[in-house]
């Protein structure tokens, strides 16, 4: 069992940086790929960056690539998601995500555990 508790959300103008953060519990982190997903409203929860167990591999979707950066302290139990020039439409409900086991799962139904959620506002 992993809970995760996720912070660094708030309200930032476009072109601004906000560091997430998601402190894991449990001695089993670096058993644990991570996720980082958003939901904006009415819309559907979508992948946004993953990060293997180890933190070896990365992946990102096209969106965010090349202004988002995920990375993870094993031996913090935390992920971090770097959000550098931030524009309105990362407008979102972030949420942090666990799946037990090796690779880069992209998919929603691929993680087993799930954070509440932060808010992320950006500004125009």
């Known amino acids: 069992q992993v809970q995760l508790v996720e912070s660094g959300g708030g309200l930032v103008q476009a072109g601004g940086s906000l560091r997430l953060s998601c402190a894991a519990s449990?001695?089993?982190?670096?058993?644990?790929?991570m996720g980082w997903f958003r939901q904006a409203p009415g819309r559907e929860r979508e992948f946004v960056a993953a990060?293997?167990?180890?933190?070896?591999?990365?992946d990102y979707a096209d969106s965010v690539k090349g202004r988002f950066t995920i990375s993870r302290d094993i031996a913090k139990n935390t992920v971090n998601l770097q959000m550098n020039s931030l524009k309105p439409e990362d407008t979102a409900v972030y949420y942090c995500?666990?799946?037990?086991?090796?690779?880069?799962?992209?998919?929603?139904?691929?993680?087993?555990?799930w954070g509440q959620g932060t808010q992320v506002t950006v500004s125009s």
């Open positions: 995500a666990a799946r037990r086991g090796s690779g880069v799962p992209t998919k929603r139904h691929e993680f087993e555990y």
């Open positions: 449990g001695r089993t982190f670096s058993s644990y790929s």
């Open positions: 990060i293997s167990s180890m933190g070896f591999s990365t």
